[in-house]
C-alpha cells in the first residue's frame, strides 16, 4: 500500500466536506475519514514499506515514529468534534469541517517530506489552511489573534523558504546537481558550502520555530490557542508543532553531515531552554487557563528541542515525549474547551467552583494538568526522565538544572491557574451560564480516552513504539 | 547572462525600496510595490534569455499577475472597503527610515562581498538587492501601524527573498517556482482584511489597537 494514501484519502475527505449540503450531518465526515486515516497510519506501521532513497515522499523511520500520534490525536479530536459542532450548530461548518481534514492531508504530507522544498510547501499550506480555523468564533479577539498569527507566521514561513535558498545556495556551490532531497543533501556532506550552511540554519531554526513555537516567536501561539476552538488547539499543539519539530531534525541531520552539528546542538539547546525559561515566567504571570495552555506548549517545545540537541539517544526521547506531550495536551485542551463553554470566560478572575459546575471536565483538566506537569506514572514522566538522562549522560549538567527548576517554575504556575478556576464557589453569572452546558458523554469520553492513553504510555510503552523512536533516531544519526 | 540589464533592473528595485519608505501616503507605497513586481517578473526572462522554456515564462508571468496586478489590486480594494486614511502613521518616522534603508543597502553590498558566490553570481547585484529588499521589508514591517502597509511590508520582505530565489533559477527552479505560494499568503492576509471589514469588527485598522490579548 502507498503511503500516498495518507495524504490522498483526508484530502478527498475535505472535497466531499466541502460538497456535503447537510450542516447538521457534515461533522460526522471528521470522525469517519479520521478513523480511515487512523487505520491506514496503523497498517504502515506495523508494515513499513521501504522507501527509496531519492523519494520526495515516504514512510520513512522519522515519519513512521511521529504521524501515528497524529493520526491518533486527530481521530480523538474528531470524534470530539460531533458534539461541539452539534453545540456550535447557529454557525456553518463547511469550512471548518473541510479545512480540519485537508490539514490533516497536508499534515500527513509535511511529516513524509523528504524534500526540502516539498517540505516547505506543506507547512506553508497547513499554516494558510489554519487561519480560518483560528477565526472559527468571529469575535474581535479572534481576529485579533488570527492578524497576528499571520504575521509572525507568515514571517516565520518568509524565512524558512529564505533558509531553504540558502540551503540549496551551499549545495550548488558544492557543487550539486540540484537534487534537494534530504538524502542528496546529506550525502554532498561536508562539500556543502560551510557559511551558507550556518546561515541556513539560522534562518531554517528561525522560520520552523517559529511555527513549533519556540522563544522568541513563540507570540502567536497564546493568542492563538486561546481564541481558536479548543479542538483546533489540540490539533495545532499536538499536530501541527511536531510537522515543524520533524522539519528541523530533517535540517538538523543535513547540517550534521556538513560537519556543524556541533553548532546546530547548541542553538538547540540555548532556545530549548530559553523557551521553557520563557514559558515558565509567562505562566507565573497569567491569569487565563486556555493562555496557560499555550505557554505550557511552549513550555513542551523547549523540552522537545533540548532532547534533539542531545544526540540519538535525545532525538529518541524528544519523540517519546512527542507522544507523551500530544496525548496529553490533547486531554488538557478538549476538558479546558468544556470548562471555557461551562464558564463563559477564561479568566481565573471570573471563573471559580467548576468541580461544582463540571465535575467530570474539571477532574480530567486536573489530572491532565498533574500529567503533564510530570506526575508519574503518566507518559511526560518518563519522556521528560529520558530526556533528563541523556542530558546527564552528554555531560550538560547545568543545563539539566536548568530545565528541572523551569519545570517545576512551570508547575507552580500551571497549579496557581487551574486550582483557581476549579476551587471555590461558583460566581451566580457562572452557574447560570453552565446551566446551558450538559456534561454529554460526547464531550467527557475523548479527553478521557487522551488521558488513559498518556497513562497507557507511561505505565506500558509498548516495544515497538520504542524500536520506532530509536529506528527515527538511527536514520538522523546514522553510525558510520 | 545578461548581468548588465539584470543589474539595471536590480538597482531599479532598490531605488523603489527607498522610495517606498519614503512614501508617506498609502496609494503612493502600493503603486510602488506593484511597479516593483513587474520589474521583478521580468528578470528570470532576462536571465535564461538564450534559453528560455514555458516553464520560466510561466514564472514571470504568475509574478507579474500576482505581485502587479492582483495584489496591489486587492489592497486597493480592501483600502475603499475600510474608508482607511490614505495617511501613514509611522512608528519610525519617514527620514530615519531612509536613513536605515539607505545604510542597509550599502551594508547589503558590503556582506554580499564577505559571502561566498559562484563566479557566474558575483558580477550581479541580485545578492545585495535581496538583502536591502529583505530590510526594507523588515522596516515597514515593524516601523508602519496600518495594517495595509504592514502587508506592504511584508510584500517587499518576499520580493527580497525572490531576488535571492533567482540564484537558484538555473539549478532547482521548482524550489524558486514554489516561492509564488508566498503571494498566497499574502493574498491571505489582505482577504483577511477585507473579510473583517464586513464583519465591522474593527474601525480603523490600526494594528495599535489590537491590543487585547496580551498579560
Known amino acids: 500500500m502507498s503511503p500516498l494514501f495518507l495524504i490522498i484519502v483526508p484530502l478527498a475527505g475535505a472535497l466531499i466536506a466541502a460538497a456535503w449540503p447537510n450542516n447538521r450531518t457534515r461533522p460526522w465526515l471528521l470522525p469517519a475519514f479520521g478513523l480511515l486515516h487512523f487505520v491506514l497510519t496503523f497498517w504502515l506501521f506495523v508494515r513499513p514499506p521501504v522507501v527509496a532513497p531519492g523519494a520526495w515522499l515516504g514512510f520513512d523511520p522519522l515519519a513512521r515514529a511521529v504521524l501515528p500520534v497524529v493520526s491518533l490525536l486527530f481521530l480523538v479530536c474528531a470524534a470530539y468534534g460531533v458534539p461541539y459542532l452539534r453545540i456550535r450548530s447557529g454557525r456553518p461548518n463547511r469550512v471548518f469541517v473541510a479545512l480540519l481534514l485537508a490539514i490533516l492531508g497536508l499534515l500527513s504530507a509535511g511529516h513524509q517530506a523528504r524534500h526540502l522544498g516539498l517540505l516547505w510547501i506543506t507547512t506553508e499550506a497547513v499554516t494558510l489552511a489554519t487561519v480560518p480555523l483560528l477565526h472559527f468564533n468571529g469575535t474581535p479577539r479572534a481576529f485579533e489573534a488570527t492578524w497576528k498569527y499571520l504575521l509572525v507566521g507568515g514571517t516565520g514561513i518568509a524565512l524558512s523558504l529564505l533558509g531553504s535558498f540558502c540551503l540549496g545556495y551551499a549545495s550548488l556551490h558544492g557543487g550539486g546537481s540540484g537534487d534537494l532531497t534530504f538524502t542528496a543533501l546529506t550525502s554532498q556532506g561536508a562539500s556543502l558550502s560551510h557559511p551558507w550552511v550556518l546561515i541556513a540554519w539560522v534562518l531554517l531554526l528561525a522560520g520552523y520555530g517559529a511555527k513549533m513555537g519556540l522563544a522568541p516567536m513563540h507570540t502567536w501561539k497564546p493568542d492563538a490557542y486561546g481564541e481558536a476552538p479548543s479542538i483546533v488547539g489540540a490539533i495545532l499543539a499536538g499536530g501541527v508543532t511536531t510537522v515543524a519539530l520533524t522539519a528541523i531534525l530533517r535540517v538538523r541531520a543535513v547540517i550534521g553531515a556538513a560537519g556543524e552539528g556541533f553548532v546546530a546542538d547548541r542553538t538547540l539547546l540555548v532556545i530549548g531552554l530559553f523557551s521553557m525559561l520563557v514559558a515558565a515566567l509567562f505562566l507565573l504571570g497569567t491569569r487565563d487557563f486556555k493562555r496557560m495552555l499555550a505557554y505550557s506548549s511552549v513550555e513542551h517545545m523547549g523540552i522537545l528541542s533540548i532532547g534533539a540537541s542531545l544526540g540519538a539517544a535525545g532525538v529518541a526521547a524528544s519523540l517519546f515525549h ?116 450538559v456534561e454529554t458523554a460526547g464531550v467527557i469520553a475523548p479527553p478521557l480516552v487522551l488521558l488513559a492513553l498518556s497513562l497507557w504510555l507511561g505505565l506500558f510503552t509498548p516495544a515497538i513504539l520504542r524500536e520506532a523512536w530509536s529506528a527515527a533516531a538511527a536514520q538522523l544519526f546514522p553510525t558510520p | 547572462m545578461n548581468s548588465g540589464t539584470l543589474n539595471l533592473l536590480i538597482g531599479v528595485a532598490m531605488g523603489l525600496n527607498l522610495l517606498a519608505l519614503g512614501s508617506s501616503r498609502l496609494p503612493s507605497l502600493i503603486r510602488i510595490m506593484s511597479l516593483q513586481g513587474v520589474v521583478l517578473g521580468l528578470m528570470p526572462l532576462i536571465m535564461v534569455l538564450e534559453a528560455l522554456d514555458w516553464r520560466v515564462v510561466a514564472l514571470a508571468l504568475a509574478t507579474m499577475a500576482g505581485k502587479g496586478v492582483v495584489i496591489p489590486g486587492l489592497l486597493r480594494r480592501a483600502m475603499r472597503a475600510a474608508h482607511i486614511e490614505r ?129
Open chain 1, 322 to 437: 512527542v507522544w507523551s506531550n500530544s496525548l496529553t495536551k490533547g486531554a488538557l485542551f478538549l476538558s479546558a474547551g468544556n470548562l471555557r463553554r461551562a464558564a463563559g470566560s477564561p479568566s481565573m478572575d471570573e471563573v471559580r467552583g467548576m468541580s461544582m459546575l463540571t465535575p467530570r471536565s474539571a477532574a480530567i483538566f486536573v489530572t491532565g494538568m498533574f500529567a503533564i506537569t510530570a506526575l508519574p506514572p503518566f507518559g511526560p514522566f518518563f519522556s521528560e526522565l529520558q530526556v533528563v538522562r541523556a542530558a546527564l549522560a552528554s555531560g550538560h549538567g547545568v543545563a539539566t538544572a536548568m530545565l528541572l527548576g523551569c519545570l517545576l517554575l512551570a508547575f507552580f504556575g500551571l497549579t496557581r491557574v487551574t486550582f483557581g478556576i476549579v476551587d471555590g464557589r461558583p460566581r451566580p453569572a457562572t452557574r447560570e451560564n453552565a446551566q446551558r452546558f
Open chain 2, 87 to 215: 495617511e501613514m502613521d509611522p512608528f519610525i518616522g519617514f527620514v530615519p527610515s531612509l536613513l536605515l534603508g539607505a545604510g542597509g543597502a550599502i551594508a547589503a553590498v558590503g556582506v554580499a562581498r564577505a559571502l561566498p558566490l559562484l563566479p557566474e553570481h558575483a558580477e550581479t547585484l541580485l545578492l545585495p538587492g535581496a538583502i536591502s529588499s529583505m530590510l526594507t521589508g523588515f522596516i515597514l514591517l515593524i516601523g508602519r501601524a496600518k495594517a495595509i502597509s504592514q502587508v506592504c511590508g511584508f510584500l517587499i520582505l518576499e520580493n527580497g527573498i525572490y531576488l535571492f530565489g533567482l540564484l537558484l533559477i538555473h539549478s532547482t527552479p521548482l524550489l524558486v517556482e514554489s516561492g509564488i505560494l508566498l503571494d498566497v499568503t499574502v493574498g491571505v492576509f489582505v482577504i483577511g482584511i477585507i473579510v473583517d471589514r464586513i464583519q465591522r469588527a474593527f474601525d480603523s485598522l490600526d494594528t495599535r489597537k489590537l491590543t487585547t490579548l496580551r498579560e
